[in-house]
């Protein structure tokens, strides 16, 4: 569980920066959304490596599971919006 804290910790901080900096730069609220967007999709995966011990071949199929249902719901969202 060790692993899961020090990643959170530091994509926490990262993304807490880059929102900053973001806002300050172009007064954009999207901006921030994607930053949170990606620190949470972060926080999932580490958690799931984390907690259930997945090895390596396990890490790239739960990535590549996980784009392939975000582009699916990113291509579904855009269809119907």
Known sequence: MVL???VGFLVFWVALIA??????N?????????VISVSIYVFTVS????V????KNGIIMLL????I???GLGFYLKRRG
């Not at 172009?26 to 994607?34: L, Q």
């Not at 958690?47 to 984390?50: P, T, W």
């Not at 590549?64 to 784009?67: K, L, P, W």
């Open 4 to 6: 899961f804290q020090i």
């Open 52 to 55: 259930f011990s997945v090895g």
């Open 26 to 34: 172009f007064r954009k609220f999207s901006h921030i959304m994607y």
């Open 47 to 50: 958690y799931v490596v984390d």
């Open 19 to 24: 929102a900053i900096i973001l806002y300050a």
């Open 64 to 67: 590549a599971f996980s784009s």
């Open 69 to 71: 249902l975000m582009l």
